[in-house]
Structures are given as structure tokens and as C-alpha cells.
């Protein structure tokens, strides 16, 4: 079993900038790729970052490459989501999400997580 909770959502104007933490508890977690997505009502989750423990390579989301930059510490447990330069249309509630690699490349789809957290509210003002 791995757990997830999120923190770091909040109200930010835009162009500001926010990190999202991603506090991870588990016999094993560190066998887990580590992943972020977003949602907006009536929406499918949107893939936006995702990393690997034992290598540390990551993949992005097209939307956010560029912006965003997914990052883990082993010491703490915790993976981030440092969300630069936002804009209006990031506005979404954010999970993290923990997945059993099945093969050399990181998974964008959530459908291949295996765990997920409560969600954090990312708002960005115009």
C-alpha cells in the first residue's frame, strides 16, 4: 500500500507561482513511478508530470513543459510540482498519483496509477 497527500494549492495571480508537495508513505513506495495530474469538472485527468525514483528522469505534459518541473526527495518522501509562470487555464484540482512501472518509459496515463491522493485546489486568477 502507498500513501498520498497533497499540499501546496492555493489562489495565485497570473504569471505567479506555486509548489505542490506530495508527502509519500509506504513499505515500498520507492519502487513507484510519481506522477501529477490535473482535472476540471466534466473533464478527463490531464497528464502534467511524472518521475522516477531510482533514475530521476521525468516526462511532462505538453501543456506545461517548460513551466513546470516534477522533483523527488528521497530524505523526505515527498515529491514537488514547482509550477511556474501559471495561467488561467491551469486552474484544476491537481493529484498525485503512484504507479508500478511496467516498462522503461513513464506512464502519462492514469489509467496505469495504482494510487492516487485527495487533491489540491490550484486556482489562477487573470
Known amino acids: 500500500q502507498v500513501q498520498l497527500v497533497e499540499s501546496g494549492g492555493g489562489l495565485v495571480q497570473a504569471g505567479g507561482s506555486l509548489r505542490l508537495s506530495c508527502a509519500v508513505s509506504?513499505?515500498?513506495?520507492?519502487?513507484?513511478?510519481m506522477g501529477w495530474f490535473r482535472q476540471i469538472p466534466g473533464k478527463e485527468r490531464e497528464f502534467v508530470a511524472a518521475?522516477?525514483?531510482?533514475?530521476?528522469?521525468?516526462s511532462y505534459g505538453n501543456s506545461v513543459k517548460g513551466r513546470f518541473t516534477i522533483s523527488g526527495d528521497n530524505a523526505k518522501n515527498t515529491v514537488y510540482l514547482q509550477m511556474n509562470s501559471l495561467k488561467p487555464e491551469d486552474t484544476a484540482v491537481y493529484y498525485c498519483?503512484?504507479?508500478?512501472?511496467?516498462?522503461?518509459?513513464?506512464?502519462?496515463?492514469?489509467?496505469?496509477?495504482?494510487?492516487w491522493g485527495q487533491g489540491t485546489q490550484v486556482t489562477v486568477s487573470s
Open positions: 498519483a503512484a504507479d508500478l512501472p511496467s516498462s522503461l518509459f513513464l506512464s502519462g496515463s492514469a489509467n496505469d496509477y495504482d494510487y
Open positions: 509506504g513499505r515500498t513506495f520507492s519502487r513507484y513511478d
Open positions: 518521475i522516477r525514483w531510482t533514475t530521476s528522469s521525468t
